[in-house]
Structures are given as structure tokens and as C-alpha cells.
């Protein structure tokens, strides 16, 4: 008898073994309800580094192949990768720019100390016009920063009307005499950047003031984006919400994330890590989940109806520079670990994307959480372009709310959930977006499709053999995209093994 029961007791913990070794997705189509914005998969180039010379814009007379002085690698990259939306000058750039600095004839251009980034000269030869000839060029939308820390409400009132302005007026007759005729659809502007810290060590009170007194002067159908706070600061958040919703002149606030190893003055290393620091990175990167659910909690407050975006726009890795690159050009490579960050940090905004209506990545070319590199005439795509290219199915889809049940991925009695996921439709097609977070083990995961019937199914999947795998210069594509092969459904529902490490697509029809 007693033999019996043991075994009965090891039969259960069998069963009960295998049936926690199966992850359960169940998707709820009759609760869809929400667009996911397009612009969540927006990027950012600031004046740091070789974002913008070197990696978007080398200049006509340049040996490098270019279209008026923009790479044509990057254009058609950047095109392929269906990139929606483009943050421009900064950063903190943004709140030491003066945007007539960057207009007219190039040779006649002021240059000036980039003071924020390395303290190299900044001729200004990318400015107004060179920004938004490049974002119709890979039609992309811009999104226009504007500086409030060290710049004027009348500057920032021109710059509006320079660029969006049908009417007759001095800023019109500028733009014309500098060769542009008709106005640009700019909608996105930022009104300040950061102005708790590098844009101007304010208090909320302060800045909340500030921003009330320029955005009555950015006028026309914009939308405006306040500067909201840094990571869990729910106090900034409280204060501008408040001070600023009464006057209904903020459509967007932001908010600012970068995952680090350690902390501020150690990062870590972008490549040379283990399973701990890949852990942690991911942990942090969680985080973005509850910094998004707090923040909105604050803004349901001021604005249950939920008119105003969470603007995450400044997200991503920050890891300490490559070396022997100059430390204020914040240039770092790219894994198999940032493809994950990204694959992550994606699905949390489509499944909040009631909330969040624009994100983007910190930053385009060169400069940490990069899509692409550069080096001389040479170009490589990251992990991370993959993702974005692999989602850009998303980009203004249908959200489809989910229901996941999954195993842990454990590491030192840490644990995190082992699969992140989001989807999506449009045109008939079903979306959906996977990572698997564990690098040694793949993930069973049972799809429940409920009363949906397809007829085809495919895949695309970016992983690697290990973890710290990257592409590299002068090397064959170590992480791209790939086929991943999914079977048909059957009874309503799909069975598939996730690979460790790894970012999926699954698309049904
Ligand atoms: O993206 C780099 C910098 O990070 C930005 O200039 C600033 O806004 C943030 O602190």
C-alpha cells in the first residue's frame, strides 16, 4: 500500500511536471477594440555622435554612395524596416538648439560647441530642411523637438510657423527664400526635453508653467508632447498632468526609460556578459510594464478618457561605450540580448496602446540601441533592426487582447515569466508576436485561437546560437530573420516550440 501511494505521488508530480512544462495563449478577438498607433515603432536621431554625420548624412561631395547627402544604405534600410516616425534634434541637444542656426545657405551656417556630447563642433549643416527632406524621403513622419531650456517662446512660435505655416508672413517668407515653397505636415512636436535635468533642472511646478505659456504660442493642429518624467518619477507625472490638462494644450506627454546592467556610472558591457547580466537586463526591461501602468494610473486621474498619449519617447539599452570610442558618442554594439529588449519592450506598448501612442527608440544609427551601424562606407543591420522589421506587421493593426499562462525562467531563485507576447490584426491577417526569454530551454506554447479559422499559417524568427552574438563589420550576418516553420491548427488550436533566446512571428490567415 505504502509502495503504491509513493508511486501514485511520483506519477502526480510527473503529470503535474509536464502539465507546467506547457505555456497556454488565449486570445480574446471579441475584446479587440484598440488601434496600436504606428508610431509606437518610431525612432529617434539626435545631434550625439555619429547618429546624424556620419551615420544618416555625409554631404553631397562625399565618396560614400548618397541622395543630397543622405546614405542611401541607411535610406533603403530604414524604408525596408518601415520606419513610421523620426524624433529630431535631441535630446538634450534639443534644449541647446536654436533652429536658425540650421537654415539658408550651408557655408553662411554658424558653427557651435555640442556642449551635451563630446563637445565637438556642431556646423549645423543638417538642420530644418535637411531633417524633413530626409523623413519624406523614407517616409517617415517627424516629430520636431523644441527647445524650451535655453530657447525663447517667440523662437519656438517661428519655428512652428516657419515650417507649417500656408500664410504670408516674415518665417513663410524665409522658408521660400530658403527653397521651400509649400509647408511641411509636421504634427508631432515636443516642447522641451528632459527638463528635469539636462533641459534645465527644473521642478514640475516650473516647468508645468512653462510649458503652458509655449505651447499657447506653438499654434495650428499640432500635437504637442510635454516633458514628462524620468523613469518612476509619479510626482512629475502628478504635477504636469494636472497643472497642464486644465488648459487641454498637451495631446502627448513623455516618459523616459533606458535599461542598464548596474546603474548610471557602471552599465555594463554591451557584448561581454553572461547569464546573470542577460537576466538582469531583461528584469529591468520588464519594468517599462509597470512604469506604464503606474504613469497611466496618474493620467486616468486627469484624463479618464485617455485623449492624451504616453509618449515613450526615449527607451532602450544603455551600456557602456565600445572601446577606444570617444565616451560622449555613447556608441555601443548590438545582440541577441538587445533583440530581445526590443522584441519585450514592443509587446508591452501594443498591449497598452490605449495609453501609449508613440515610442521611440533611443537611437536610430550609431548611438546606443541602434537599428543600424556604420563604419566608413560600411553598414551592418542589428538584432534589433530585425525585430522592428519582423513588428512593423502591428503598425496600425487592430490590437488583440491575450490571456498568457506561462512557465518561469529562473535564475538563482530569481524568476521572471519565460514568454513575452502581443497581437494584433489587420487585412485579415492575424499577428502574433513571441519572445522567449529563457536562453537554454525552448518553450511549448498552445495557442488558443477560439473561434477563429485559418487556412495558412507562417513564420519569421530572429535568434542565434548564443547569446552575445552579433553582426559585425566585415562579417557574415550572425543574426538576421528567418523562416520559422509553424504547423496548421487543429481544433481551434496551434502547438509550437518556441527556441530559447529567441523573438517569433506567427502569422495566420
Ligand atoms: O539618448 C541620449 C540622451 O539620453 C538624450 O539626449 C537625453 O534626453 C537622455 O538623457
Redesign the pocket.
Known amino acids: 500500500m505504502k509502495n503504491n501511494s509513493t508511486l501514485l505521488f511520483i506519477l502526480l508530480c510527473f503529470l503535474s511536471l509536464n502539465i507546467s512544462a506547457q505555456s497556454k495563449l488565449t486570445l480574446q478577438p471579441d475584446s479587440a477594440q484598440t488601434k496600436i498607433s504606428k508610431e509606437i515603432y518610431g525612432h529617434?536621431a539626435?545631434h550625439?555622435g555619429h547618429c546624424i554625420y556620419g551615420g544618416i548624412f555625409v554631404g553631397e561631395d562625399s565618396d560614400i554612395p548618397n541622395i543630397h547627402g543622405y546614405r542611401e544604405d541607411v535610406m533603403g534600410a530604414l524604408k525596408d524596416m518601415h520606419i513610421p516616425l523620426l524624433r529630431w534634434p535631441?535630446?538634450?541637444?534639443?534644449d541647446t538648439y536654436h533652429w536658425k542656426d540650421g537654415i539658408g545657405p550651408r557655408q553662411k551656417r554658424p558653427s557651435i560647441v555640442n556642449v551635451?556630447?563630446g563637445g565637438v563642433t556642431e556646423d549645423n549643416s543638417f538642420g530644418t530642411h535637411e531633417f524633413l527632406n530626409f523623413c519624406e524621403l523614407i517616409d517617415a513622419e517627424p516629430y520636431i523637438n523644441i527647445n524650451v531650456g535655453s530657447g525663447t517662446v517667440q523662437e519656438a512660435s517661428e519655428w512652428v510657423e516657419y515650417v507649417t505655416s500656408s500664410n504670408v508672413s516674415p518665417m513663410t517668407d524665409l522658408r521660400k527664400q530658403n527653397g521651400r515653397e509649400k509647408p511641411w505636415d509636421v504634427k508631432f512636436w515636443g516642447i522641451g526635453?528632459?527638463n528635469w535635468?539636462?533641459?534645465g533642472n527644473m521642478t514640475p511646478e516650473y516647468y508645468s508653467d512653462l510649458y503652458n505659456r509655449f505651447a499657447t504660442f506653438c499654434r495650428g493642429d499640432l500635437y504637442r508632447i510635454a516633458g514628462g518624467p524620468n523613469i518612476d518619477d509619479y510626482n512629475w507625472m502628478e504635477v504636469v498632468m494636472k497643472k497642464t490638462s486644465r488648459y487641454h494644450l498637451a495631446q502627448g506627454v513623455s516618459l523616459?526609460y533606458?535599461t542598464f546592467t548596474t546603474g548610471w556610472t557602471d552599465k555594463g558591457s554591451a557584448t561581454d556578459f553572461g547569464e546573470k547580466e542577460w537576466f538582469k537586463i531583461l528584469n529591468n526591461t520588464l519594468r517599462m510594464e509597470e512604469l506604464i501602468d503606474k504613469h497611466s494610473a496618474i493620467m486616468d486621474k486627469y484624463d479618464p478618457e485617455k485623449k492624451i498619449g504616453l509618449i515613450v519617447d526615449?527607451w532602450g539599452d544603455?551600456f557602456n561605450v565600445e572601446e577606444g570610442t570617444n565616451p560622449g558618442f555613447?556608441y555601443q554594439q548590438n545582440t541577441l540580448r538587445d533583440a530581445l529588449v526590443a522584441g519585450i519592450n514592443l509587446n508591452i506598448f501594443n498591449n497598452h496602446a490605449d495609453r501609449v501612442k508613440m515610442a521611440n527608440i533611443?537611437?536610430m544609427v550609431n548611438?546606443?540601441q541602434s537599428v543600424i551601424l556604420t563604419k566608413g562606407n560600411k553598414m551592418v543591420l542589428t538584432p534589433t533592426y530585425f525585430v522592428f522589421k519582423m513588428y512593423a506587421v502591428h503598425q496600425d493593426a487592430e490590437l488583440i487582447p491575450i490571456n498568457l499562462e506561462c512557465n518561469d525562467y529562473v535564475v538563482d531563485g530569481k524568476k521572471l515569466p519565460a514568454i513575452s507576447a502581443s497581437a494584433s490584426k489587420k487585412d485579415g491577417v492575424l499577428s502574433i508576436t513571441l519572445c522567449n526569454l529563457n536562453p537554454n530551454k525552448a518553450e511549448s506554447l498552445d495557442i488558443d485561437l477560439s473561434d477563429m479559422s485559418f487556412s495558412a499559417t507562417s513564420g519569421q524568427i530572429v535568434t542565434g546560437e548564443n547569446m552575445n552574438d552579433y553582426n559585425d563589420f566585415d562579417q557574415d550576418e550572425k543574426i538576421n530573420l528567418q523562416n520559422f516553420e509553424v504547423k496548421k491548427p487543429k481544433n481551434g488550436k496551434l502547438s509550437l516550440e518556441l527556441p530559447s533566446k529567441s523573438v517569433a512571428l506567427i502569422q495566420l490567415k
Open positions: 529617434f539626435e550625439l535631441g535630446g538634450c541637444f534639443a551635451n556630447w526635453n528632459e535635468g539636462c533641459g523616459h533606458y526615449e544603455w555613447l533611443a537611437q548611438v546606443l
